[in-house]
């Protein structure tokens, strides 16, 4: 079914330039004269924003006529970067703003750069919800995001003497004008309190959740427009509040300054995001956000529900809720409850609904990321929801025992709740119980999620574990961040591959054309001449564009191994100051990235990093063909600059610890070559580009099995092999860190006497990978060729791919055309 939508806005270039100056004089109150940049951009946003506006009234009264099926996206993470060219591109007027901010003397270019990032998410899973609200839209699926308005988002980081600093994130300080307040969808929720039995209205005796603190959640709308489309669909954001009646109780209680702290402790609870953080864990706040964001967006889904049908059994019909990792996982609970407690609704019922509700997606196979609740801390945020969670183990627990009658092994290994000193709600069995579908980001993520972390789930519930590829919008990932090399694209091969990126097999036939090559090379250049600018304006290194650009991007962790590229960048220094003559192309590493507050290894990684790269930078005599550059504050918006200038991707995970990655499919669909291991999605990005495309190294995720079944013993690999020893011991002296003497001291004594990851066990297939790399840089037609058959073959890894898969295999939800 479709509506109808015709557009009130005049889309020419002095229409929108009308539009633009409304906004600048009546929404900002500035005249021509006196408007700053960031005036110029917010008034030039707005007036993007108004045509997106229109089409997202349309969109939700097309979903609203057709009671269509929707799906509720529920993650504590969205990292949406930055909204300008994106809403631009969304609303078919790119050009023509281009044209109109020109006549009046200013550019796009100039304008997106006073955006601040909106940084609602840490890493890979914040940014794939975002790619995914893009790819719905694109696809006219109605869907909504749900999330938390957090007032400050991923700190800020900074270097001082090497060394990580954070700093607060305050990106709504000059306000946002892409979102849309709606006090009017205002809820209510409770925490804390107890459980007390009373008679409901038919008389039983039935327990009941009282005296909690009661919230206000007020939530933000993001619209998210889709790319050649009509749909407008949008991102929900829930800011937490002290209700009024909370505050005046407050007041008379203990007066004015009791009911202002009252008010903040309300308020504190979308405050901030948390850092994916091993101390962070455990933290009664982040309980507290995860119920708050939950419990409002269930009421908000229950009113849309109950707008257009009549009978709860009809819910699954027209909800499905996708869970990004266990993080929302509470819902399951939450939604027991309010049709079990709050409607009255037999157990048997409420469960079976909710059930074929919830679908959740594992992004970890690291037992320490695993998340547990322990049961002290949830009687006190959540009382009633415990009782819920043990009568949902209790009956999960009676169906074990009938499948497997006396097996006490399988019970333990299955229950939700962990035995121990102190008992712990496991939230990933929880999320497996309480879901339709459980899924894993890349085939060899899932193959491992069935065979190693949950094989007896498996076993009891077959047909539930799935595999769903993670993917990239290609509009932000290729089309906004690399102008250049979309331009030559649509050249060659016609628009298109935008809305389906399996067009970009088209060029293939071009990959051996010396004219094509050279233009490919051409484009990669320039943008490595723009990279090269904001290095040296961001930290004052030269580096030369011709040079092989080696990037690694991505959360600092020891599974990622970033030391095992600083390993490889000392032996390849050595190997130059041993060997003066040596024959190397010049190399530019380049790192990007963020450690978790509390990870002092991984901010040792940082500063060895920047101690290493200022000393070898400094240093005459390798005469330039070795640089390291360390961009600090790494975050979407600095990805897209540094992601098209690549030539090199590295993906060193310790085989079987990446889920999948998505740095990697956004590199090499920009023509960036990978050095990787067969981990999470490199095994399948090895599959589409072909092996002849791609350096593979390290140990398989069988090799990794046996060698730690063996007995893994870092030291024999650090004494067998002189370079190894040699630049291990560089790190541990104190050659690098003259002023801080013993500082790099953890990272070497780990890397000898523990290296959980195995980093010495594959420095050697690394470096001598890197040799093969070396050799086919240096050869410019093969390099060329083996570019531009990674961006050819690349398509399987757009986002649209996934969320299709998503929508008919899991959700079987239909398009809605507007
Ligand atoms: C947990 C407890 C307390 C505070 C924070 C957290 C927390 C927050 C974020 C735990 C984990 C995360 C994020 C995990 C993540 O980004 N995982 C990545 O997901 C990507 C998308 O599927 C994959 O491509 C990556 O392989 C995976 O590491």
């Not at 091969?493 to 399996?502: A, C, P, Q, V």
């Not at 991505?554 to 040596?582: F, G, S, V």
């Not at 780990?750 to 001598?768: E, H």
């Amino acid at each position: 079914e479709s509506a109808q939508f015709t557009s009130a806005i005049d889309h020419s270039v002095p229409g929108l330039k009308k539009l633009i100056k409304n906004h600048l004089k009546f929404s900002l109150a500035r005249d021509t004269q006196t408007a700053s940049r960031r005036d110029w951009w917010l008034a030039t946003s707005k007036a993007a924003q108004s045509l997106i506006i229109e089409r997202m009234i349309a969109t939700q009264t097309a979903h609203h006529r057709t009671n269509a099926k929707r799906v509720y996206y529920f993650s504590l993470e969205f990292l949406m970067g930055r909204l300008f060219s994106n809403s631009l591109y969304s609303a078919g007027i790119f050009d023509e703003i281009e044209l109109a901010l020109q006549e009046m003397g200013l550019d796009t270019e100039t304008l997106r750069k006073e955006e601040y990032d909106m940084a609602l998410g840490n890493g890979g899973l914040g940014r794939l919800a975002a790619c995914f609200l893009d790819s719905l839209a694109t696809l006219d699926l109605p869907a909504v995001g749900y999330g938390i308005h957090y007032q400050y988002g991923l700190f800020k980081q900074e270097f001082r003497n090497g060394h990580q600093v954070e700093l607060p994130d305050a990106w709504l300080t000059y306000g946002t004008p892409w979102e849309i307040v709606r006090p009017e969808h205002s809820t209510e929720v409770q925490v804390f309190g107890q459980v007390e039995n009373v008679f409901d209205d038919r008389g039983n005796y039935v327990p009941r959740w009282t005296g909690g603190k009661k919230i206000l959640g007020v939530p933000y709308d993001i619209p998210i427009p889709g790319f050649g489309t009509n749909t407008v669909n949008f991102l929900r954001l829930w800011e937490s509040r002290a209700p009024e009646e909370f505050d005046f109780e407050a007041f008379n209680r203990g007066g004015y300054g009791e009911a202002v702290r009252e008010k903040n402790v309300s308020e504190t609870i979308s405050k901030v995001l948390y850092p994916n953080d091993k101390t962070e864990s455990g933290k009664e706040l982040r309980l507290v956000q995860q119920y708050f964001f939950v419990a409002c967006s269930l009421r908000d889904i229950f009113r849309r529900f109950r707008k257009d049908n009549e009978a709860w059994e009809d819910f699954p019909e027209k909800v499905a809720i996708q869970l990004n990792d266990t993080h929302p996982a509470i819902a399951i609970v939450e939604l027991l409850r309010l049709f079990h407690d709050e409607y009255g609704m037999a157990w048997e019922k409420a469960w079976s609904i909710v059930t074929k509700t919830f679908a959740y997606t594992n992004h970890t196979l690291l037992p320490e990321a695993l998340e547990k609740w322990s049961v002290p801390l949830f009687q006190k945020v959540l009382p009633r929801h415990l009782q819920l969670i043990f009568e949902i183990n209790k009956r999960h627990l009676e169906q074990v025992e009938a499948k497997w009658p006396g097996d006490v092994h399988r019970k333990r290994v299955l229950s939700i709740i962990e035995e121990g000193h102190v008992q712990m709600v496991r939230m990933a069995h929880l999320s497996v119980v309480g879901s339709f579908s459980v899924n894993g980001v890349a085939a060899l993520h899932t193959q491992l999620l069935k065979a190693e972390l949950f094989p007896e789930f498996d076993e009891m519930f077959p047909g539930k574990f799935n595999n769903k590829t993670n993917g990239i919008t290609p509009r932000r990932w290729l089309l906004a961040c690399n102008p250049r090399l979309s331009t030559l694209i649509s050249k060659k091969i016609g628009t298109g591959w935008e809305r389906d990126l399996d067009k970009l097999r088209g060029l293939e036939q071009y990959a051996n054309d010396p004219d094509f090559q050279s233009e490919f090379m051409a484009v990669k250049h320039a943008n490595k001449v723009d990279l090269a600018r904001i290095i040296k304006t961001q930290i004052g290194i030269s580096v030369n564009p011709a040079a092989l650009f080696d990037v690694q991007i991505k959360r600092l962790h020891e599974y990622k191994r970033q030391h095992l590229n600083l390993l490889h960048i000392l032996a390849l220094y050595r190997r130059l100051l041993q060997n003066p003559d040596l024959d190397i192309a010049p190399r530019v590493f380049i790192f990007s990235a963020k450690a978790a507050p509390g990870y002092d290894l991984a901010k040792c990684i940082i500063k060895a990093i920047n101690s290493v790269g200022t000393h070898i930078n400094a240093d005459k005599r390798i005469n330039d063909r070795l640089k390291v550059v360390f961009l600090p504050n790494y975050r979407v918006s600095l990805a897209q600059r540094i992601v098209p200038a690549a030539d090199l991707s590295e993906q060193i995970s310790t085989a079987g610890k990446e889920a999948s990655g998505t740095g990697n499919m956004k590199l090499a669909l920009n023509g960036a070559l990978t050095i990787g291991t067969l981990d999470g999605a490199n095994v399948e990005i090895r599959e589409e580009v072909g092996e002849e495309n791609i350096f593979i190294c390290g140990m398989t995720v069988e090799e990794v099995t046996a060698l730690v079944k063996k007995g893994y013993r870092p030291h024999d690999f650090y004494m067998a092999n002189e370079e190894l020893r040699a630049v291990v011991d560089w790190i541990g002296s104190n050659y690098f860190t003259p002023d801080e003497p013993g500082c790099l001291r953890m990272l070497c004594d780990n890397l000898i006497y523990n290296d959980p990851f195995l980093v010495l066990a594959d420095f050697q297939s690394y470096s001598d990978s890197h040799k093969l790399v070396d050799a086919a840089f240096k050869d410019k037609p093969r390099w060329a060729k083996m570019a531009i058959m990674n961006t050819a073959r690349m398509g399987k890894f757009s986002s649209d791919r996934t969320i299709g898969q998503y929508a008919s295999e899991i959700w079987k939800l239909d398009p809605v055309k507007v």
